[in-house]
């Protein structure tokens, strides 16, 4: 895999970054609530990722024919384009097991457990010092992730905990590769090459997996890949718009959507231990995104 080169200083966008983040939360909220209703119907995960990439991709073109054209997509950096949709797969495929077997709220707040298996990464495999205060935080998101998963109980389906944990390990190194990558390839570029790469992947399971759906489903997957697509772009948009630590905490408003979903369109009310439990990966996720903001800024005052 190629090595991803750094990114060079740029002038963000804070309010603009912010902006797109949220919208980019409420299109990822709508999709796997329509990916889920879908799943009553035995749509699989392979299935889902079918019809996200196919019915999404005119998005896609539309936008970019509409927008930066199609110019944009050329690259001198495929492997690192491979890289990223390889994460990208390995996370999208475990989150669609993941909301077919846990409920929306539960399976999104485990998602949000990616910061943890950041900073984890980042000490094991990229030597970098982690102190105390950040493996408390890892500590406590780990008793919040206890806390849902309740041991010994069940409460909750543990094959799909195991599905949303590895969701959250792929959404880690989606952010970094997407970061990475926006330093020199254009948005648009980023989400087309995963948009093929997805479909390539699915084209190819969808003869042992694939099989035909009631109308109502296939508008469910409809809504599920347009919901899909533009939150792709508007993902990527934010990633190059504003640094992480100014936009990730706008990620966890996503909890509040699904929570919603869940009682609206399932009549299901949260529980207490996934309450609890959201709100100790919250506060881990937060604490480790500001201390790590605190830390840069320190650095680059010694620097200055």
């Known amino acids: 895999m190629a090595t991803l080169a750094p990114i060079p200083p ?3 966008d804070i ?7 949220c919208a980019m939360v409420l299109c990822y909220a709508v999709m796997t609530a329509f990916m889920k209703a879908a799943s009553a119907d035995d749509v699989g995960a392979f299935e889902m990722l079918f019809y996200r990439s196919t019915l999404g991709m005119p998005v896609i073109l539309a936008w970019l024919l509409i927008g930066p054209g199609i110019g944009v ?37 485990i998602g949000f457990s990616a910061p943890i298996f950041a900073t984890i990464l980042s000490a094991l495999l990229l030597s970098e010092r982690v ?3 950040r493996w408390a935080a890892v500590l406590i998101g780990f008793l919040g992730i206890a806390v849902i998963m309740q041991p010994g109980g069940t409460g909750v389906s543990h094959v799909g905990m195991a599905f949303a944990l590895c969701a959250a390990l792929g959404n880690a190194g989606v952010n970094v590769t997407i970061r990475q990558l926006g330093g020199t390839e254009h948005p648009g570029a980023i989400v087309f090459w995963f948009f093929i790469c997805s479909t390539v992947v699915a084209t190819i399971a969808m003869p042992f997996v694939g099989h035909w759906h009631s109308w109502t489903v296939m508008a469910l997957l409809l809504g599920g890949a347009i919901a899909g697509a533009v ?27 699904a929570l919603l979903f869940d009682w609206l369109i399932w009549s299901e009310a949260p529980t207490w231990t996934v309450l609890v439990g959201a709100a100790l990966i919250v506060a881990s996720g937060l604490y480790t995104g500001v201390r790590e903001h605190r830390l840069r800024k320190q650095a680059v005052a010694v620097i200055d």
Request: glycine share 6%; charged share 10%; hydrophobic share 50%.
């Open 73 to 109: 997509i050329r690259t001198t950096r495929p492997l690192a384009h491979l890289g990223r949709s390889t994460v990208g797969l390995f996370g999208i495929l475990t989150n669609f097991n993941a909301l077919i077997l846990l409920p929306l709220a539960t399976a999104s707040t």
């Open 231 to 257: 939150m792709q772009l508007l993902m990527t948009m934010s990633l190059s718009a504003a640094p992480v630590s100014a936009i990730a905490p706008f990620d966890y408003t996503q909890i509040v959507w």
């Open 131 to 133: 102190g105390p205060h």
């Open 15 to 21: 309010v603009r970054g912010i902006a797109l983040r």
């Open 10 to 12: 740029r002038q963000h």
